[in-house]
């Protein structure tokens, strides 16, 4: 089944133009330069997109929290030297993430809090694997010692 001439569309009437001729669009007043009213330079793909990052709804970074420094290093030193630091790091980054909720502030640091409140976590953790394998041990050669 071949077709030799152009396929007529049924709901559109037959005295319409070929498609290869150029029709011009309507046009019903002058075009809005900003339909969606956005900045210049805002960029996005629906109106009122912006280019500004996600807002957790806290003020601008401000200044340094004063424990930002000292949680990073409890955390670090906890994991690495000396596990009995771990659960100081958990806890003042704990309290430090508290304060900063309730203020509603935004320290510039808020992220070495964050990271050395979760390397407390992780050396408090592990600090207990290693208090429970312990004593696990220690009955272990106790029982052995007292089987001989």
Request: glycine residues 12%; charged residues 10%; without cysteine.
């Amino acid at each position: 089944m071949s077709h030799t001439g152009p396929v007529s569309n049924p709901y559109q009437p037959s005295s319409s133009p070929e498609p290869s001729e150029h029709q011009p669009y309507p046009t019903y007043g002058a075009p809005e330069p900003n339909p969606y009213r956005q900045q210049p330079g805002a960029g996005g793909y629906y109106p009122g997109a912006t280019t500004q990052p996600y807002d957790r709804g806290y003020a601008a970074p401000t200044e340094n929290h004063p424990q930002g420094t000292l949680v990073l290093v409890l955390g670090i030193a906890g994991l690495l030297v000396a596990g009995i630091l771990s659960p100081f790091a958990w806890i003042l980054g704990s309290r430090a993430l508290k304060e900063i909720r309730a203020t509603g502030s935004r320290p510039a640091n808020e992220q070495l809090i964050v990271v050395g409140r979760i390397l407390g976590i992780i050396g408090t953790v592990l600090l207990i694997l290693g208090v429970v394998l312990f004593v696990l041990l220690i009955t272990l050669a106790t029982v052995a010692f007292t089987l001989q």
